[in-house]
T-cell receptor, first 112, second 116 residues
Framework: DQQVKQNSPSLSVQEGRISILNCDYT??????FLWYKKYPAEGPTFLIS?????DKNEDGRFTVFLNKSAKHLSLHIVPSQPGDSAVYFCAASAVTGNQFYFGTGTSLTVIP | DTGVSQNPRHKITKRGQNVTFRCDPISEHNRLYWYRQTLGQGPEFLTYFQNEAQLEKSRLLSDRFSAERPKGSFSTLEIQRTEQGDSAMYLC??????????????FGPGTRLTVL
């Protein structure tokens, strides 16, 4: 049972444009969400997080938006750079639990 | 470098053999997690320690799997009588948290297990 879903396995974007990666979840108990970036042969690297009391969090070129009613979050990267090419995972947890649930990832390619 | 380290990075073994992986978390982190990742999937939670106490185990963790964190520092994950289905990337993560569910986990590079 996949509680966190990333329905786009891959995304290609031109350098300088916006990349939008999407994530949906099914468990209404989730209230903390994270995005990780993963390069080949490396572990996931933490990128940005958001708690359910917010609907937006920004960190430099990265912004995460949370729509609780739709159980949807998205990661915006502006402007996209070739070094952003990686697999991006979203993850979710509930404050009452200790498990993180990950999506299946979206492979982003930024074309120079 | 004070990140999470894992050893070995790669392990090839024959079916039926036992293997052990080690994880050294970031030094001030009190929580340590083990995940398994197979091709095309995201990391799947296996187990979690707060200090030396193993507080949660996934149903994915069969009785062939055992994890320890004896002194609340490094951790080991052992797989007994390995099966080909155990072939995966085993990831360790650590965090320093005050409240449950809001920690940020920092991952190691993983150990790639191949069972022949």
């Amino acid at each position: 049972d996949q509680q966190v879903k990333q329905n786009s396995p891959s995304l290609s974007v031109q350098e300088g444009r916006i990349s939008i990666l999407n994530c949906d979840y099914t468990n209404s108990m989730f209230d903390y969400f994270l995005w990780y970036k993963k390069y080949p042969a490396e572990g996931p690297t933490f990128l940005i997080s958001i708690s359910s009391i917010k609907d937006k969090n920004e960190d430099g070129r990265f912004t995460v938006f949370l729509n609780k009613s739709a159980k949807h979050l998205s990661l915006h990267i502006v402007p996209s750079q070739p070094g952003d090419s990686a697999v991006y995972f979203c993850a979710a947890s509930a404050v009452t639990g200790n498990q993180f649930y990950f999506g299946t990832g979206t492979s982003l390619t930024v074309i120079p | 470098d004070t990140g999470v380290s894992q050893n070995p990075r790669h392990k090839i073994t024959k079916r039926g053999q036992n293997v052990t992986f080690r994880c050294d978390p970031i030094s001030e982190h009190n929580r340590l997690y083990w995940y398994r990742q197979t091709l095309g999937q995201g990391p799947e939670f296996l187990t979690y320690f707060q200090n030396e106490a193993q507080l949660e185990k996934s149903r994915l963790l069969s009785d062939r799997f055992s994890a320890e964190r004896p002194k609340g520092s490094f951790s080991t994950l052992e797989i007994q009588r390995t099966e080909q289905g155990d072939s995966a990337m085993y990831l360790c993560a650590s965090s320093r948290t005050i409240s449950a569910g809001t920690d940020t986990q920092y991952f190691g590079p993983g150990t790639r297990l191949t069972v022949l």
